[in-house]
């Protein structure tokens, strides 16, 4: 009996189509002697159509999944149902992080709580916790120092740069990364709720997705601001896209850069007569990591 | 196909029947059958599938009278080996039929579907968000999390999973499987009923 990982192998290599005639046969045998090879088989496709969706083939893997496995538009409703529960999945964990409604928790004033709280809080709680805390605001800062002294960071706005191109927005691209939103602006700061958001720490890429309304506009621009209105970064030439009948515009971000800290992203229209109209605030927390 | 109505009624229901009993099992078990006799068919020919899995159940179907009587064990192996039986079959006739294109200089014979068409749109999206709804809480906590991984520890966050609900890795494919079943099928339903059948 084969390990099994090597079965999966094997499997693996059946369903891209790299045995020969004899080997095939083989697995065919298995599946009429042993049910339980055929569940094993069905998870590896399913597997392979994660790998798929996730880009993670070489070219010669994808043209063999696309050749063998996506023949049929059965095949092909089973890779847009795998890609509609990551697109989900995905969702529902974003969904399922704590909103913080803005009446008990105004973004400005409860950070200065929280400064006059912190040497309370430091008195309060062990010294360990206290150096762990230090430790973290320490590093917080020194990610915020290191963006703006570069101002901008070279490759922190080519890689931005690269993200937001739109011709990445394809089907593909739109479930990747762990999605902050859609988020409602305002048109003052602390008119809306703040929702927080933990991203998980496996997590390199964020979509920051922001309603928008039904204006025409021709593109839009952003700017994302730390609470004491430090800007990260800047884009431009963004354009709305439609996600579950609601327009938004969605931001891709290296996660790296989203500390733990309240954000504001400004949000400006650009007209058909080329007038920059400011569309409003988007607020975010993010918690932890 | 395997919603549509049987040749023969009858003989329909005496399959079922000796599927299971309890006609609901017995539906589930002929669903399950069907889908696995359709994967058989994709991964080595990749076309005619539906047809020739329908040959399968009709031809399972004429010995249900005999194989009540004789066979004993899972009904679903049998439906395999038919399937294994008609694999061959066909294999061989294709084999012909590709020496005929060879020496009549005829051109290749496969056409896999356009990797275009791969898409998910808004609508599907909204019907999948209206089928997970109708999955019991516990089996939409289980899908959302096993779909929620990152792919550098998928298989580890899956035996995580896996422990944490106190299933094997199999039976949580098993289970998630089943579900998936479910969504596709009311995906289906819900894009009929919004006149949007692809």
């Known amino acids: 009996m084969e390990e099994p990982h090597e079965e999966q192998q094997y499997a693996r290599k059946f369903l891209l189509g790299y045995l020969n005639e004899a080997e095939q046969r083989i697995v065919e045998d298995r599946f009429i002697t042993d049910p339980d090879y055929l569940e094993l088989v069905l998870g590896v496709e399913s597997e392979l159509m994660e790998d798929y969706i996730a880009g993670e083939f070489s070219e010669d893997e994808r043209k063999r999944f696309e050749k063998h496995i996506l023949t049929n538009q059965l095949q092909i409703d089973q890779l847009n149902l795998t890609r509609g529960l990551r697109a989900a999945a995905r969702v529902h964990a974003s969904a399922n992080s704590p909103p913080v409604p803005a009446e008990t928790t105004p973004i400005a004033p409860q950070r200065r709580r929280r400064a006059s709280q912190l040497w309370a809080v430091i008195l309060e709680v062990n010294l360990s916790a206290a150096i762990i805390l230090v430790m973290a605001c320490g590093t917080t800062l020194f990610v915020v120092w290191r963006i703006h002294t570069s101002n901008p960071q070279p490759s922190l706005a080519e890689e931005l740069k690269r993200l937001n191109a739109q011709q990445s927005l394809s089907a593909n691209t739109r479930y990747q990364g762990f999605i902050i939103g859609p988020l409602k602006g305002g048109l003052v700061r602390d008119e809306q709720e703040v929702k927080a958001f933990t991203i998980p720490k496996t997590e390199e890429l964020v979509q920051l997705r922001l309603q928008i309304g039904a204006g025409a506009y021709q593109s839009f621009q952003a700017a994302l601001q730390t609470a004491e209105n430090q800007e990260l970064f800047s884009l431009t030439d963004l354009k709305a896209i439609t996600i579950g009948g609601e327009r938004v515009v969605v931001i891709y971000v290296p996660a790296k850069i989203l500390a733990p800290e309240d954000y504001q992203l400004r949000l400006n229209g650009l007209t058909q007569n080329n007038e920059t109209v400011y569309l409003g605030r988007y607020n975010f927390r993010i918690v932890g990591k | ?198």
Not at chain 2, 14 to 41: C, G, S, T, V
Not at chain 2, 158 to 182: I, N
């Open chain 2, 1 to 198: 196909m395997a919603d549509d109505e049987p040749l023969n009624h009858e003989s329909f229901e005496r399959l079922l029947e000796w599927l299971n009993p309890d006609r609901d099992k017995a539906w589930e078990k002929y669903q399950e059958i069907w889908e696995r006799l359709i994967k058989i068919f994709t991964w080595r020919l990749g076309r005619r599938v539906e047809e020739l899995a329908g040959e399968v159940i009709r031809r399972v179907e004429q010995k249900v009278p005999d194989l009540v009587k004789k066979y004993s064990g899972d009904p679903a192996r049998y439906f395999y080996g038919v399937a294994y039986t008609m694999l061959r079959e066909v294999t061989r006739e294709e084999a012909r039929f590709l020496e005929f294109q060879e020496e009549s200089g005829v051109g290749g014979i496969i056409y896999p579907v356009d990797p275009e068409e791969v898409d998910v749109d808004e609508l599907k999206l909204e019907c999948l968000n209206y089928c997970l709804e109708q999955l019991s809480e516990r089996d939409r906590k289980i899908i959302l999390a096993y779909y929620q991984f990152d792919p550098k520890t998928k298989l580890e966050d899956r035996k995580q999973l896996a422990t944490e609900l106190g299933l094997s890795s199999s039976a949580l494919w098993t289970r998630v499987s089943r579900t998936r079943s479910f969504l596709l099928k009311c995906v289906q339903s819900r894009l009929q009923e919004s006149g949007r059948v692809h």
